[in-house]
């Protein structure tokens, strides 16, 4: 059975720094589209950040979180990581973790991703 499981949202001042850490199960990281949607009151979920399937290191981001947040995966242990630095209140959302796959790409619209964690909460104080 496929899963994801976030954790490490939480409370923060503007311009500190959070990791976020999503547990993959049922499934093989690298064979896999993997990343992570946010949604903030009232907005549509908009994509962070992913990695396509079997795409090394490359990644996708939104322009906003550019050289403030990083994604990264440690296939050995089936985990997926979101740096996130220079944090703003506008970064305030329910963070996703999302996969889909197998042998998929990181899809820009939020209903082609199959699976999804249960969300993790990312409160940035001004």
């Known amino acids: 059975q496929v899963q994801v499981v976030e954790s490490g949202g939480g409370l923060v001042q503007a311009g500190g720094s959070l990791r976020l850490s999503c547990a993959a199960s049922?499934?093989?990281?690298?064979?896999?589209?993997i990343g992570w949607f946010r949604q903030a009151p009232g907005k549509e979920r908009e994509r962070v950040s992913c990695?396509?399937?079997?795409?090394?290191?490359?990644?996708n981001y939104l322009n906003s979180v550019k050289g403030r947040f990083t994604i990264s995966r440690d296939n050995a242990n089936n985990t997926v990581y979101l740096q996130m630095n220079s944090l703003k209140p506008e970064d305030t959302a329910v963070y996703y973790c999302v996969a889909d796959g197998p042998w998929s790409t990181c899809h820009y619209s939020d209903r082609l991703w199959e699976y999804w964690g249960q969300g993790t909460q990312v409160t940035v104080s001004s």
């Open positions: 049922g499934f093989t990281l690298e064979n896999y589209a």
């Open positions: 990695f396509n399937s079997g795409d090394g290191d490359n990644a």
